[in-house]
Nanobody
Framework: VQLQASGGGLVQAGGSLRLSCAAS????????MGWFRQAPGTEREFVAA????????YYADSVKGRFTISRDNAKNTVYLQMNSLKPEDTAVYYC????????????????WGQGTQVTVSS
């Protein structure tokens, strides 16, 4: 599947951004989706994931309560609403598609998008 992420940008601490990821090439509703991020000099880390139906969501502890993942299967799009942003949220954010309908971990990620930069200033 091809994944096109958008919505990144520069925001002040405490602000909000909404990332979008449009998918094509596979039946979107057949697989779980997720977001990862990578800051300079660090390893890529899991941020959030959502099952094929949207019924189950998963979050890293560092973003729980501030970020919300959702999906619109009619639009083949997954979203990441990011509120109360902190400078440590600065990273390139990657949209991913799983090989499974449920989210069963990074090991089962099949496709990666190109990434969108999020920069949070203090």
């Amino acid at each position: 599947v091809q994944l096109q992420a958008s919505g990144g940008g520069l925001v002040q601490a405490g602000g909000s951004l909404r990332l979008s990821c449009a998918a094509s090439g596979r039946t979107f509703s057949n697989y779980a989706m997720g977001w990862f991020r990578q800051a300079p000099g660090t390893e890529r880390e899991f941020v959030a994931a959502i099952s094929w139906s949207g019924g189950n969501t998963y979050y890293a502890d560092s973003v729980k309560g501030r970020f919300t993942i959702s999906r619109d299967n009619a639009k083949n799009t997954v979203y990441l609403q990011m509120n109360s942003l902190k400078p440590e949220d600065t990273a390139v954010y990657y949209c991913v598609a799983s090989s499974s309908r449920g989210w069963i971990g990074a090991r089962y990620v099949r496709d990666w998008g190109q990434g969108t930069q999020v920069t949070v200033s203090s």
